[in-house]
């Protein structure tokens, strides 16, 4: 099965974002007051060529990010987009031959609004979406949060991926997204709290698409818990879930902030398990 690495454009974030510094609220407040950027990161919708049709994971950002609404402090003080229309995900998949059309389903692993922006090309597509996303992503409560409901396509009405109380591994929940078996979305609670992640099988190995249940590999390896995760023992039973998981059998990891994603795609490299002191503090 191939996977692709779509990069739609960067976006630079807080050092304080990436890694969390202190605990509870003032973790969480930290990216608006901290004067560190990260460095600039790629945002990554990845798609898969299965035999079903392509299932997209992640729509990715648009070039409409990079005008945000100012009253909210995130957006005026803690994220900044480069990205043109150009670099969305539409076009981009267009380019390997990939029509909006042929995507027969967009999986998110979240809603926010890197990874909802590009939802626009994909009219036609089953949109599949955690039903406590959702309601977390809408409304005013939405927008207080950092969503963008208000930008959603005009007919987003995404059917319910709803997990079930089954384990795949080291995770608790679970639902196949095909009927061979060969696409799975697992819970990743902790970035938000019904983040989901999908696994590709691929033969002996695993394809692991993360969205943000960390921004980067090393992250995820070090149980940095990001300066977003509303709780933190969540986040870090997660970050330890992946980490068994990734120890079991040779993964591919694919966050959708890290640099060395596509790269690691390319050449399928494999999670090498670290000590927990390793890596803390990279982008
Ligand atoms: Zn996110």
């Keep these: 099965m191939r996977v692709h690495a779509i990069q739609t454009g960067r976006v630079q974030i807080k050092a304080s974002q990436v890694v969390g510094r202190g605990h ?16 600039c990161l790629p945002t990554f919708a990845y798609a898969i060529e299965h035999r079903d049709g392509v299932i997209l994971v992640d729509a990715g950002a648009s070039a409409a990010n990079k005008s945000l609404p100012r009253w909210h402090p995130y957006f005026r003080n803690a994220v900044r987009f480069d990205i043109e229309p150009e670099e969305e995900a539409g076009p981009q998949l267009r380019s390997i031959g990939i029509g909006s059309s042929d995507v027969k389903r967009v999986v998110m692993t979240h809603l926010h609004i890197d990874h909802d922006g590009g939802l626009g090309a994909f009219p ?8 406590g996303e959702l309601e977390h992503a809408s409304g005013v409560a939405g927008r207080l949060r950092g969503y963008l409901p208000q930008r959603w396509p005009k007919r987003f ?10 384990s795949h591994g080291p995770f608790a929940r679970s639902k196949r997204l095909t009927a061979d078996g ?4 697992v819970a990743t609670s902790g970035h938000t709290r019904d983040h989901l992640s999908v696994i590709v099988e691929d033969g002996e190995a695993a394809i692991f698409i993360a969205g943000d249940a960390s921004y980067s590999e090393a992250t995820m390896l070090a149980g940095a818990i990001d300066g977003v995760s509303g709780n ?20 591919v990891y694919l966050p959708a902030h890290d640099p060395d994603a596509a790269r690691r795609l390319a050449e399928r490299r494999y999670v090498t398990p670290r000590p927990a002191s390793a890596g803390r503090g990279s982008g």
């Design 232 to 251: 933190e023992s969540q986040a870090a039973a997660t970050l330890a879930a992946i980490r068994t998981f990734t120890a079991g059998r040779p993964t």
């Design 24 to 39: 509870g609220l003032k973790r969480r407040l930290a990216p608006l007051i901290d004067s560190e950027w990260s460095a």
């Design 124 to 131: 036609t597509s089953e949109i599949l979406v955690s039903p």
């Design 182 to 185: 060969a696409i799975v979305a």
């Design 157 to 166: 009405d995404p059917k319910p991926l709803v997990l079930d109380e089954v």
